[in-house]
Every structure is written in structure tokens, then in C-alpha cells.
């Protein structure tokens, strides 16, 4: 069946643009989550989504990062004014909520800001 | 916020040895979680643990959930190539049962010497 996908696949863009990165869940899972991977680091938290509902932010690293769900499937994450500390791997992973049930991954968005 | 400290950082080896690796949190996690990282790929999930001195295996692989929920170890026995890639732990806390995101330490790269 298929799994979580992400778009764009890579990303180049210039300092300053804003930047909007796309996840398409597994059909059916109502949870979503964001993670940062910088090189050579692990994944960092940024926001999850049960629904079409995010119950913290803070894991966002500043409000230039916005998120939102509709329908309770695509999700998009937005960067605005974009800088070079945001160049990372952005992931994409659903599940279908219940809190012991496994986080499937998506194969990233590579960010890249020059 | 809360960290994991997974160590080593890198492995070399010989095909067919066996490979342990461990993470060390500073807070209690009520969920540990083991992913392995192909290139360009997300993580895959390996083995998840949910009770503490749970102890699960999954083919050659063993995991190991802490007594005192503050720690993880992997275990993979006999090496083969295809083990070659970057492992994560990662720990959910649950917080009030609800869903949450993963905190993942920095990752260990295994390297199998031909």
C-alpha cells in the first residue's frame, strides 16, 4: 500500500523566500507529525497534528514556521523569510493516533538555503 | 528540553560480529523506540518497547526497555551488509496518554568492514 509521501523530494531556494513543503499521510491515519533532521544529527520534533488539530507549537524554531492540516489529511509546512540554519531534512510521519501506535516516515524534503 | 544520549557514535565491524548500542536519557520515557536510516530514505522502525525490563526481539535483533525507563539497548547479532546504515533510539513520554512526538538521540552509524 502506500506510504507516506512527501513533496517536494529537493528544494533549493534563496535566503529570505518563503517555502512550503507538502505531506500526504497513510489513508486513514489521524495523526501527523513534523521533524527537522539537520546533517549528521538526529530528527527534532516540531509540531504534530491529531486531526486537523495541532496541540502544541512549541517545538516550532520560531514563528517564521507555520503549520496546518485540512481535511485531516495533507499537511503543509511553511517557512517564511527563509536562512541558511534552515537547510535540513524536513519528515513526515503519520499514524493512526493511537499514542502506542508506530510513526510511519516519509522519505523527507531536502531544504536547501543559500 | 529532554535529550537522549546514544552511544557509540559510529561502529566499525567485521561482517558477522555481533553490535551493541545503548541510549541514556536524564527524564523517564514511558515508550522506547528503535529506527534504523537508509540514505535518502526516513526511518524505519525496528523493535518498540512499552513496558519497563520489557526485552523484544525481532529476528537478529534485540532491544532491551531500562528497569528504571531512563535507558535502551540494540542488540544486533551475526552482522550482515544490509545492517549497514544509522540507528536511532527514540523515547515518547505519553504525556496523559495522549500521542506525542519522538525525542531521538543523535544517531549511531554502523559500518561493516568487508
Known amino acids: 500500500g502506500a506510504g507516506v509521501s512527501q513533496s517536494p523530494s529537493n528544494k533549493v531556494t534563496e535566503k529570505g523566500k518563503d517555502v512550503e513543503l507538502r505531506c500526504d499521510p497513510i489513508s486513514g491515519h489521524t495523526a501527523l507529525y513534523w521533524y527537522r533532521q539537520s546533517l549528521g544529527q538526529g530528527l527534532e520534533f516540531l509540531i504534530y497534528?491529531?486531526?486537523?488539530?495541532?496541540?502544541?507549537k512549541s517545538g516550532l524554531p520560531s514563528d517564521r514556521f507555520s503549520a496546518e492540516r485540512t481535511g485531516g489529511s495533507v499537511s503543509t509546512l511553511t517557512i517564511q523569510r527563509t536562512q541558511q540554519e534552515d537547510s535540513a531534512v524536513y519528515l513526515c510521519?503519520?499514524?493512526?493516533?493511537?499514542?502506542?501506535?508506530?510513526?510511519?516516515f516519509g522519505p523527507g524534503t531536502r531544504l536547501l538555503v543559500l | 528540553g529532554q535529550q537522549l544520549n546514544q552511544s557509540p557514535q559510529s561502529m566499525f565491524i567485521q561482517e558477522g560480529e555481533d553490535v551493541s548500542m545503548n541510549c541514556t536519557s536524564s527524564?523517564?520515557?514511558?515508550?522506547w523506540l528503535w529506527y534504523k536510516q537508509d540514505p535518502g530514505e526516513g526511518p524505519v522502525l525496528l523493535i518498540a518497547l512499552y513496558k519497563a525490563g520489557e526485552l523484544t526481539s525481532n529476528g537478529r535483533l534485540t532491544a532491551q526497555f531500562g528497569i528504571t525507563r531512563k535507558d535502551s539497548f540494540l542488540n544486533i547479532s551475526a552482522s550482515i551488509p544490509s545492517d549497514v546504515g544509522i540507528y536511532f533510539c527514540a523515547g515518547q513520554v505519553h504525556p496523559g496518554g495522549g500521542a506525542d512526538g519522538l525525542t531521538f538521540g543523535k544517531g549511531t552509524h554502523l559500518i561493516i568492514q568487508p
Open positions: 510521519a503519520s499514524s493512526l493516533g493511537d499514542p502506542q501506535e508506530t510513526q510511519y
Open positions: 527524564s523517564i520515557f514511558n515508550t
Open positions: 497534528f491529531q486531526g486537523n488539530s495541532a496541540p502544541d
